[in-house]
């Protein structure tokens, strides 16, 4: 009787922190922001024709936005006393980067379904991978109020990657979806995106 | 007795104090956000985005100054206007960030001046990273020694827009203070200029007035070097963005905490007047029409720009010379070497030009898509003189064309119809050349001596049909000529007796020595030209 009641308390702790860890990183308004990104995906591959440097922009547009808000999440409005004291945060951190990298693909791959998106599911899952992992990284060199930066300035760069038909598969997004080396290099990013959000949060290394 | 107590010397600090020259109000604010500024953090990666977009690409073509002016404010701000918002964003949201919203907002400084400082700061240094980027590639572009000088129109709204950028991401920065709007503002901004590219090639009117549009549907390489730049659509972009930016800053002043009444009424007096500027701009650029040299704006337009620019054209010494632009200097052997073979065959014949001069365009006239046709050369004047452009053919080095493809598509596009011209199938084909059509009209028994010799000339210059032409390598927009017509019919089309007649003719002229070719065409061009020749009495 007393270990049940141990054990659900327990329970009810972890879910509590779970809560308050969320609300601490405004994950809501950032699922709310997925749901329009998805909406916004939606929309476009309605009006956007089926192929062409358009079809491509914008989709990749869309998911460099979703990552660039996944990324602004890591940040942490308390700082070191929560480092300090959070014993379970790295584990926290990691499940909130996962589970919102996998919303964020749930909700752009519901968005565009029916309807063509250039480079398909995988495109997408590959993609935005990558732009979720530079977020992170971003987020964990210069902080995760500044984790938007990564994700966007690479969008910029690959602009003219596509426009060119650059082939270095660490641009993957001008890379056919079927494209080994730009897969792992995709996915190495997100991997080390994910353990530097982990281990080392988003800290902000300068304030301005 | 008195005593003198030497004075004591001053300290280190209060010198340099002493020194250091007391700036007014406005200008220490700024100086204080100048150093607070998140800009100068950013600017390495502005600078490896500048490289990447801009830089790399603008060095991968010819040092002219129409294609780099083009490429630097369009390139640029395509990479920099977001992530410009999204900083400017940042900035506009510090108060709320660092929760000194109400610290500030008692001071006697009014918080919409505070506002602007803090938006100046962040322009200035974004203007200095953008200048900077414009200054290495118009250093590097002069020491190649290209003709003539930058276009500064482009530049200018280029500037226009990093401080319109930031205006509208402090604004939003500002109003909404969020850790979601700097990355919200940044991609907003994105789809606002994938949204107006898209705009522009669905031919929406008023889409002309996208910041990034230099010159309409003209390729960069086909303005500003014969007559000036015409920068109507260029005054017609800063107004609206300028117009823009001031809309946004004017808003900030609005709020009851941004200041006292009369500063109040300011800012709705700026907002207003930035709109109403912004909404000018918008139907100016609706009045663009497309003209031989670039977006003309009736009610912007300067008559000066319609006068062309003088210069010493650069000859070769060929048989029939070749003249182009001294900024083209660089291509002279290319044409050359791709109009030789086709003007060696016809020299001396009546009608065949003596000189090659390059020109701006001949004609041009507007696609869908936001495309843009330009004509071909044409042959005029006593003596005959072909008039060359070059507008809208990939240059060499633009891209991956190299001067070999340059070359040869130059030969395969105008070969065929120059030949035309000379045996006379012009006459009938020339409008249609002149517009840049790729018409082919068919062998009749009327022309079919004519079509023949200009076929066999053709296989023995060895330029390709037409249709196996467009199906290949064609760099640039400029479209083929109606020197089609002068081809085999196509399968289907016409008489297939003619076209057996015409075909073995043709391979008997192309049989001929190159000599005996030409001095039949020498005695009977004449009668050729007139109709008078069968394909019976082609060698």
Known sequence: MTAARATAGHQLACLRLVRLYAASRRVLTCLLVLAACAVALRTALHWLPRSGIFAQQIPLTIEAGAAAVIGVTAASPFGDPERAAGRWLPYLRLAAAVALACAAFGALAAGSAAQHLDGGTLGLLRDLAGFTGIAFLTGAVLGGGLAWIGPLGYLAVTMPALSEHWTTPWLWPARPPHDHGAAICAGLVFAAGLAMVTVCGARAWFRR | ?539
Not at chain 2, 47 to 54: E, G, H, Q, R, S
Request: proline share 9%; net charge positive; charged share 10%.
């Open chain 2, 1 to 539: 007795m008195t005593a003198t107590v030497p004075a004591a010397p001053a300290a280190p600090a209060a010198r340099a104090r002493a020194h250091r020259v007391t700036l007014p109000g406005p200008a220490r604010l700024l100086r204080l956000e100048l150093r607070r500024s998140i800009m100068p953090w950013l600017a390495p990666l502005f600078a490896v985005l500048f490289w990447l977009v801009t830089y790399h690409p603008a060095m991968a073509n010819q040092p002219l100054w129409n294609i780099r002016s083009g490429i630097v404010p369009s390139h640029t701000m395509l990479a920099f206007a977001p992530l410009l918002a999204g900083a400017a964003a940042w900035a506009g949201s510090r108060e709320r960030r660092r929760s000194m919203a109400d610290l500030v907002g008692m001071t006697a400084l009014p918080r919409w001046a505070g506002q602007l400082a803090a938006w100046a700061a962040t322009t200035c240094w974004a203007e200095a990273i953008y200048l900077a980027g414009v200054a290495a590639v118009f250093v590097v572009t002069a020491h190649e020694h290209a003709w003539g000088g930058p276009l500064w129109w482009p530049v200018a709204v280029g500037a226009a827009f990093v401080a319109a950028s930031c205006a509208l991401g402090f604004a939003a920065g500002t109003l909404l203070p969020s850790p979601f709007t700097p990355p919200l503002a940044a991609f907003v901004m994105f789809l606002a200029l994938a949204g107006g590219a898209f705009a522009i090639q669905d031919n929406v009117r008023y889409a002309q007035i996208w910041p990034l549009n230099v010159q309409g549907p003209f390729p960069l390489d086909s303005y500003g070097i014969f007559y000036p730049y015409v920068p109507d659509l260029a005054i017609a972009q800063a107004v609206f963005l300028a117009g823009l930016s001031a809309a946004a800053l004017g808003t900030l002043g609005l709020p009851a905490a941004a200041g006292g009444r009369w500063l109040r009424r300011a800012a709705a007096v700026v907002t207003a007047a930035g709109l109403a500027a912004a909404g000018t701009g918008v139907a100016l650029a609706g009045t663009a029409r497309l003209e031989a040299h670039g977006m003309v704006i009736p009610a912007l337009h300067d008559a000066a720009s319609d006068r062309a620019i003088a210069y010493t054209p650069v000859c070769s010494h060929a048989a029939v010379p070749v003249c182009v632009h001294p900024a083209y200097r660089a291509f002279l052997t290319d044409v050359t070497a791709a109009h030789g073979p086709a003007l060696s065959q016809l020299a001396g014949l009546p009608g065949a030009p003596v000189r090659v001069t390059q020109v701006a365009v001949t004609s041009v006239k507007p696609d869908p898509s936001n495309g843009i046709a330009f004509g071909g050369p044409i042959v005029s004047g006593r003596p005959p003189v072909l008039y060359l452009p070059l507008a809208g053919s990939s240059l060499p080095g633009e891209g991956s064309t190299s001067a070999a493809e340059f070359t040869d598509f130059l030969r395969q596009l105008d070969g065929r119809w120059i030949i035309s011209v000379v045996v006379g199938l012009s006459g009938q084909d020339s409008e249609l050349g002149g517009a840049g059509g790729n018409v082919v009209p068919l062998a009749s028994p009327r022309n079919a001596a004519q079509v023949a010799v200009v076929e066999g000339l053709a296989n023995a210059l060895g330029l390709t049909q037409p249709s196996a032409r467009s199906a290949g390598k064609t760099p640039g927009s400029r479209m083929p000529v109606s020197g089609a017509g002068t081809s085999v019919n196509p399968p289907g089309n016409g008489t297939p007796s003619i076209t057996n007649q015409v075909r073995a003719a043709a391979q008997r002229f192309a049989s001929l020595p190159s000599g005996a070719r030409h001095a039949w065409l020498i005695t009977h061009l004449t009668a050729l030209r007139a109709g008078r020749i069968t394909l019976g009495e082609i060698p």
